[in-house]
């Protein structure tokens, strides 16, 4: 099969306990704007893309540890690369799964169709389709609907490649239908 590459670099995403102190760092640097923010998550950008930067509150998610710097827990959750079309994100999907690598987390974030591997010393990186084709348009979904769910709906990667490959359209799977239940986090090392 043929090895499509994703049409861009997106963006990433850090785990941290100085959530405060990260989300104004990226503000002051880069000039990043708040797109959206909750105790939880907040995401950043400083261009038309939707998300540059995300950060995940970990004194929120694991209160239990209180280690400020230690590896593996604080740092990098995730990089990501845009794919030009869903048809590109399945038949990616598909040629990988024929080489034994599989997406351990598929999820419709809203803002975009994502499935999320990970290489083989744990490093995750999401693969995902843009639902919009503007930014106001995924702004919009933002703003409606991440306060009650800023995760989003998993999704059975199979069922979807079926359904693509037997001609469904694209626009059926991009706009989120469906915006519960809300997924929990996974993880490349917890699943
Ligand atoms: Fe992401």
Redesign the pocket.
């Known amino acids: 099969m043929t090895c499509i590459r994703p049409s861009k670099f ?2 990433v ?1 850090y785990r941290t306990r100085r959530f405060d102190e990260m989300v104004q760092w990226y503000q002051t640097v880069f000039g990043a704007k708040v797109q959206h923010r909750n105790p939880v998550l907040a995401f950043l950008t400083y261009d038309d893309e939707h ?1 540059r930067f ?1 950060f995940a509150n970990l004194s929120l998610l694991q209160p239990e540890e209180s280690e400020a710097d230690r590896r593996g827990v604080i740092g990098v959750d ?1 990089v ?1 690369y845009t794919y030009a079309s869903l048809n590109d994100l399945f038949e990616t999907y598909a040629r990988l799964k024929e080489s034994e690598i599989r997406p351990y987390w598929c999820i419709h ?1 809203g803002i ?1 169709v ?1 499935m999320y591997y990970a290489d083989p010393d744990g490093n995750q990186m ?1 693969f ?1 389709v843009d639902s919009y084709a503007s930014t106001e348009e995924a702004n919009a979904f933002i703003d409606e609907h991440f306060s009650a769910n800023p995760i989003g709906v998993e999704f059975d990667p199979d069922d979807w490649l079926a359904r693509l490959r037997a001609g469904e359209s694209a626009s059926n799977f991009l706009v989120r239908q469906v915006h519960e239940p809300m997924s929990p986090v996974r993880g490349a090392m917890t699943d």
Do not use: D, F, G, M
């Open positions: 997106a963006h995403v998300h995300a995730h990501a974030h975009t994502s999401e995902q």
